[in-house]
């Protein structure tokens, strides 16, 4: 439990102590206030969202008013956040959520920080796959922090997803350009330049000169999809499954919703391509 009672018989441990490990809001607090009654239930339920990063230390002013001249609170109620055994932020008086919440933030570890190294943790064992969706869930809840736009690139880049790494770059100021978007970028680049195998080439020539042969069109998806194209095989196989829904079986369709259940149900693409699907069919 990170809410506690604080006395002086245990102020030491649970407040300084505690602060070289963790977050510590002290919330000194008097029955008879009114501010108090508002600000006690709400401190709590902020405390309770950060179970391993905040401890929220409880102390009655009035039951312990040594303590309070210790603080030097003059008034209730008043809220101090200690970190390695000091005072660094507070307020006195009542205080609105919002406003406690953007105190707390300069100082808790943000939410995408955990996602992100997860992620980190995929890519060190170049578990791009896994590391993917982590990476996007990051930048979106970073506010699409470059540094992760840069690394997310870098994932897209080694999947062979070279569109998505080139747009996210493409958004990086110049300032911001770090050496993970060195690295991005010349993985980008190196992708470029192999590529497209020998058989993806022979199929790509048969395509152009033959669009009309839809078992050429998806024989040419199919291996664009294997070698990382994904965007492009599924514009293939959407036009195939437009022209002809039946063509062998059903194949363009249920490629379609397989490549979709690989890219996973967050991915961007994949809902692009659910909803166009969604669109034909209904």
Known sequence: MNIVNVTAENAQQQVIDASFNTLVMVDFWAEWSEPC????????????????????????????QMLASQFGVRSVPTVMLI???????????????????????????????????????????????????????????SNQLPQIASLTALCYAELNRLEEAEALLANVKLAEQDDVYQQATAMLELKKQSAGSPELEKLAEQHEQNPD??????????????????????????????????????????????????????????????????????
Do not use: C
């Open 37 to 64: 009654k508002t600000l006690v239930p709400l401190l709590e339920k902020i405390a309770g969202e950060y179970p391993g990063d905040l401890v929220l230390a409880k102390i009655n002013a009035d039951d312990q």
């Open 83 to 141: 970190k390695d055994g000091q005072p660094v932020d507070g307020f006195a008086g009542a205080q609105s959520e919002s406003q406690i919440r953007e105190m707390l933030d300069k100082y808790l570890p943000k939410a995408w920080e955990a996602t992100l190294g997860q992620a980190r943790a995929y890519l060190d064992e170049a578990s791009y796959k896994e590391a993917l969706p982590l990476l996007r869930q990051a930048l979106e809840e």
């Open 213 to 282: 042969d839809l078992n050429t069109a998806y024989a040419y998806a199919v291996q664009l999809n294997a070698e990382g194209q994904h965007r492009q095989a599924l514009e293939l196989l959407l036009d195939i499954f437009k022209r002809d829904r039946s063509f062998n079986d059903g194949a363009a369709r249920k490629a379609i919703t397989d490549i979709l259940a690989t890219l996973g149900k967050g991915d961007p693409l994949a809902v692009e391509y659910q909803r166009k699907l969604f669109t034909l069919l209904y």
